[in-house]
Protein backbone atom coordinates (compact mmCIF):
# COMPACT_ATOMS: atom_id res chain seq x y z
CA UNK A 1 0.00 0.00 0.00
CA UNK A 2 2.66 2.54 1.20
CA UNK A 3 4.94 1.57 -2.05
CA UNK A 4 1.95 2.46 -3.99
CA UNK A 5 1.62 5.90 -2.73
CA UNK A 6 5.13 6.20 -3.12
CA UNK A 7 5.28 5.10 -6.86
CA UNK A 8 2.34 7.74 -7.31
CA UNK A 9 4.07 10.69 -5.60
CA UNK A 10 7.69 9.92 -6.79
CA UNK A 11 6.13 10.36 -10.57
CA UNK A 12 7.04 13.48 -12.56
CA UNK A 13 6.48 14.36 -15.98
CA UNK A 14 10.70 14.43 -16.57
CA UNK A 15 11.90 16.90 -19.27
CA UNK A 16 15.72 15.41 -19.30
CA UNK A 17 16.71 12.13 -19.95
CA UNK A 18 20.18 9.98 -20.31
CA UNK A 19 19.87 9.51 -23.44
CA UNK A 20 23.60 7.45 -22.64
CA UNK A 21 20.97 4.92 -20.99
CA UNK A 22 19.05 2.16 -22.78
CA UNK A 23 16.05 0.08 -21.71
CA UNK A 24 15.97 -3.36 -23.29
CA UNK A 25 12.81 -4.37 -25.65
CA UNK A 26 11.89 -7.42 -22.70
CA UNK A 27 11.93 -4.39 -19.99
CA UNK A 28 9.77 -2.88 -22.41
CA UNK A 29 7.46 -5.83 -23.11
CA UNK A 30 7.27 -6.11 -19.25
CA UNK A 31 6.21 -2.77 -18.53
CA UNK A 32 3.75 -2.77 -21.15
CA UNK A 33 2.04 -6.37 -20.33
CA UNK A 34 2.20 -5.00 -16.58
CA UNK A 35 -0.06 -1.82 -17.68
CA UNK A 36 -2.68 -3.87 -19.67
CA UNK A 37 -3.59 -4.94 -16.95
CA UNK A 38 -5.71 -1.53 -16.85
CA UNK A 39 -9.75 -1.83 -16.41
CA UNK A 40 -10.86 -1.15 -19.69
CA UNK A 41 -14.67 -1.95 -20.30
CA UNK A 42 -16.13 -5.03 -21.37
CA UNK A 43 -12.40 -5.74 -21.32
CA UNK A 44 -11.79 -4.99 -24.76
CA UNK A 45 -8.96 -3.26 -24.64
CA UNK A 46 -9.28 -0.50 -27.34
CA UNK A 47 -5.20 0.33 -26.90
CA UNK A 48 -2.34 -0.52 -29.97
CA UNK A 49 1.06 1.21 -28.80
CA UNK A 50 4.37 1.62 -31.13
CA UNK A 51 7.68 1.90 -29.70
CA UNK A 52 10.13 4.20 -30.91
CA UNK A 53 13.17 3.35 -30.30
CA UNK A 54 15.23 4.01 -33.68
CA UNK A 55 17.35 6.71 -33.07
CA UNK A 56 16.71 8.24 -36.95
CA UNK A 57 13.00 7.49 -36.23
CA UNK A 58 12.92 9.60 -32.74
CA UNK A 59 14.66 12.63 -34.65
CA UNK A 60 11.79 12.52 -36.66
CA UNK A 61 9.32 12.12 -34.37
CA UNK A 62 10.68 14.89 -32.36
CA UNK A 63 10.00 17.29 -35.05
CA UNK A 64 6.53 15.99 -35.41
CA UNK A 65 6.23 16.77 -31.62
CA UNK A 66 7.30 20.21 -32.13
CA UNK A 67 10.49 19.94 -31.19
CA UNK A 68 10.50 18.69 -27.92
CA UNK A 69 13.92 17.74 -27.30
CA UNK A 70 12.80 15.01 -24.49
CA UNK A 71 11.54 12.62 -27.41
CA UNK A 72 14.94 12.56 -28.89
CA UNK A 73 16.65 12.00 -25.85
CA UNK A 74 14.62 9.45 -23.92
CA UNK A 75 16.02 5.68 -25.42
CA UNK A 76 12.01 5.08 -26.18
CA UNK A 77 8.86 6.52 -27.31
CA UNK A 78 5.58 5.13 -26.74
CA UNK A 79 2.89 5.93 -29.29
CA UNK A 80 -0.57 5.56 -27.61
CA UNK A 81 -3.22 4.31 -29.95
CA UNK A 82 -7.00 4.60 -29.23
CA UNK A 83 -8.42 1.79 -31.32
CA UNK A 84 -12.07 2.84 -32.04
CA UNK A 85 -12.74 -0.41 -33.51
CA UNK A 86 -11.73 -1.91 -30.70
CA UNK A 87 -15.06 -3.73 -30.28
CA UNK A 88 -15.26 -5.22 -33.94
CA UNK A 89 -11.80 -6.51 -33.85
CA UNK A 90 -11.42 -7.68 -30.61
CA UNK A 91 -14.91 -9.02 -29.55
CA UNK A 92 -14.90 -12.79 -30.65
CA UNK A 93 -11.50 -13.34 -28.55
CA UNK A 94 -13.35 -11.02 -25.19
CA UNK A 95 -16.16 -12.97 -24.92
CA UNK A 96 -14.70 -16.21 -25.94
CA UNK A 97 -11.97 -15.89 -22.51
CA UNK A 98 -15.15 -15.16 -20.82
CA UNK A 99 -16.99 -18.36 -21.09
CA UNK A 100 -13.82 -20.44 -20.90
CA UNK A 101 -13.17 -18.50 -17.48
CA UNK A 102 -17.06 -19.21 -16.23
CA UNK A 103 -18.04 -15.13 -16.60
CA UNK A 104 -20.41 -15.89 -19.20
CA UNK A 105 -22.72 -18.94 -20.50
CA UNK A 106 -22.29 -19.63 -24.51
CA UNK A 107 -25.58 -19.03 -24.83
CA UNK A 108 -25.75 -15.48 -23.99
CA UNK A 109 -22.42 -14.91 -26.16
CA UNK A 110 -24.62 -13.42 -29.23
CA UNK A 111 -26.93 -11.32 -27.61
CA UNK A 112 -24.01 -9.53 -25.86
CA UNK A 113 -22.02 -9.40 -28.66
CA UNK A 114 -24.90 -7.80 -31.21
CA UNK A 115 -25.52 -5.43 -27.59
CA UNK A 116 -21.90 -4.32 -27.37
CA UNK A 117 -21.30 -3.59 -31.10
CA UNK A 118 -24.54 -1.77 -31.37
CA UNK A 119 -23.00 0.93 -28.96
CA UNK A 120 -19.51 1.15 -30.83
CA UNK A 121 -21.30 1.25 -33.99
CA UNK A 122 -21.96 5.01 -32.52
CA UNK A 123 -18.80 6.72 -34.02
CA UNK A 124 -18.80 9.58 -31.20
CA UNK A 125 -19.32 6.46 -28.33
CA UNK A 126 -16.75 4.23 -30.22
CA UNK A 127 -14.16 7.34 -30.29
CA UNK A 128 -14.95 8.24 -25.82
CA UNK A 129 -14.41 4.13 -24.66
CA UNK A 130 -11.59 4.01 -26.75
CA UNK A 131 -9.49 7.59 -26.05
CA UNK A 132 -10.70 6.71 -22.15
CA UNK A 133 -9.93 2.68 -21.57
CA UNK A 134 -6.34 4.05 -23.38
CA UNK A 135 -5.62 6.86 -21.21
CA UNK A 136 -6.16 4.34 -18.31
CA UNK A 137 -3.61 1.93 -19.95
CA UNK A 138 -1.08 5.05 -20.32
CA UNK A 139 -1.56 6.10 -16.64
CA UNK A 140 -0.43 2.33 -15.83
CA UNK A 141 2.12 2.78 -18.11
CA UNK A 142 3.73 5.92 -16.06
CA UNK A 143 3.00 3.79 -12.76
CA UNK A 144 4.69 0.87 -13.98
CA UNK A 145 7.66 2.22 -15.29
CA UNK A 146 8.67 3.83 -11.64
CA UNK A 147 8.20 0.15 -10.57
CA UNK A 148 11.66 -0.15 -12.25
CA UNK A 149 13.37 3.00 -11.42
CA UNK A 150 11.98 4.15 -15.25
CA UNK A 151 11.07 7.83 -15.54
CA UNK A 152 8.24 8.83 -17.85
CA UNK A 153 7.02 12.08 -19.86
CA UNK A 154 3.96 11.80 -21.43
CA UNK A 155 3.16 14.68 -24.51
CA UNK A 156 -0.04 15.91 -26.49
CA UNK A 157 2.14 18.29 -28.25
CA UNK A 158 2.25 16.90 -31.84
CA UNK A 159 0.54 17.29 -35.12
CA UNK A 160 -1.79 13.73 -35.06
CA UNK A 161 -2.10 13.90 -38.95
CA UNK A 162 1.51 14.11 -39.02
CA UNK A 163 2.42 11.20 -36.89
CA UNK A 164 -0.18 8.72 -38.51
CA UNK A 165 1.56 9.24 -41.76
CA UNK A 166 5.30 9.04 -40.16
CA UNK A 167 3.79 5.57 -38.25
CA UNK A 168 1.22 4.45 -41.22
CA UNK A 169 -1.84 4.37 -38.73
CA UNK A 170 -5.14 4.01 -40.10
CA UNK A 171 -7.06 7.22 -40.42
CA UNK A 172 -9.30 6.16 -37.84
CA UNK A 173 -7.11 5.76 -35.39
CA UNK A 174 -6.75 8.79 -32.24
CA UNK A 175 -3.40 9.14 -30.63
CA UNK A 176 -4.33 10.72 -27.16
CA UNK A 177 -0.45 11.13 -26.10
CA UNK A 178 2.78 9.89 -26.76
CA UNK A 179 4.96 8.59 -23.60
CA UNK A 180 8.61 9.46 -23.57
CA UNK A 181 10.30 6.71 -21.36
CA UNK A 182 13.89 6.50 -19.95
CA UNK A 183 16.16 7.32 -17.22
CA UNK A 184 16.48 10.79 -15.62
CA UNK A 185 19.65 12.92 -16.38
CA UNK A 186 21.50 12.75 -13.38
CA UNK A 187 22.87 16.33 -13.37
CA UNK A 188 19.92 18.15 -14.03
CA UNK A 189 17.55 19.47 -11.21
CA UNK A 190 13.46 19.23 -12.13
CA UNK A 191 11.38 22.32 -10.62
CA UNK A 192 9.27 21.46 -7.53
CA UNK A 193 6.43 19.43 -8.37
CA UNK A 194 3.65 21.73 -9.92
CA UNK A 195 0.72 22.54 -7.68
CA UNK A 196 -2.62 20.49 -7.40
CA UNK A 197 -5.69 22.11 -6.31
CA UNK A 198 -6.71 20.84 -3.02
CA UNK A 199 -9.91 18.29 -2.31
CA UNK A 200 -12.43 21.17 -1.89
CA UNK A 201 -11.14 22.74 -4.92
CA UNK A 202 -12.37 19.83 -7.49
CA UNK A 203 -13.92 17.57 -5.13
CA UNK A 204 -17.46 17.51 -3.25
CA UNK A 205 -18.77 14.29 -0.44
CA UNK A 206 -22.59 14.13 -0.49
C1 LIG B 1 -2.03 14.12 -21.87
C2 LIG B 1 -0.86 14.97 -21.44
C3 LIG B 1 -0.20 15.74 -22.38
C4 LIG B 1 0.91 16.50 -22.01
N1 LIG B 1 1.60 17.15 -23.00
C5 LIG B 1 2.77 17.76 -22.69
C6 LIG B 1 3.59 18.30 -23.73
O1 LIG B 1 3.29 18.19 -24.93
N2 LIG B 1 4.74 18.91 -23.38
C7 LIG B 1 5.14 19.01 -22.06
O2 LIG B 1 6.20 19.57 -21.81
N3 LIG B 1 4.40 18.48 -21.07
C8 LIG B 1 3.23 17.83 -21.35
N4 LIG B 1 2.50 17.23 -20.34
C9 LIG B 1 3.03 17.19 -18.96
C10 LIG B 1 2.29 18.09 -18.00
O3 LIG B 1 2.58 19.43 -18.25
C11 LIG B 1 2.64 17.69 -16.56
O4 LIG B 1 2.21 16.38 -16.34
C12 LIG B 1 2.02 18.63 -15.53
O5 LIG B 1 2.55 19.91 -15.66
C13 LIG B 1 2.21 18.15 -14.10
O6 LIG B 1 3.56 17.88 -13.82
P1 LIG B 1 3.97 16.50 -13.13
O7 LIG B 1 3.49 15.41 -14.10
O8 LIG B 1 5.47 16.52 -13.02
O9 LIG B 1 3.28 16.42 -11.82
C14 LIG B 1 1.35 16.51 -20.66
C15 LIG B 1 0.65 15.75 -19.72
C16 LIG B 1 -0.42 14.98 -20.10
C17 LIG B 1 -1.13 14.11 -19.08
Redesign the pocket.
Known amino acids: MKECKKLITE???I?FFDSAKEISDDLIKEILETASLAPSAYNLQPWKVIVVKSKEKKKILKEIAFN?QKVEDAPAVFVIIANPKAALENIDRVLDSSIELGYMKQERKEASKERILSVWKDEEQAKRKAIRDSALFAMNIMIAARVYGLET?????FDEGKLKEFLNIDEDMYI??IIAIGYKDPGKELLP??YRFKFDEFGEII
Request: proline share 14%.
Open positions: RRATQHPMDGPMRA
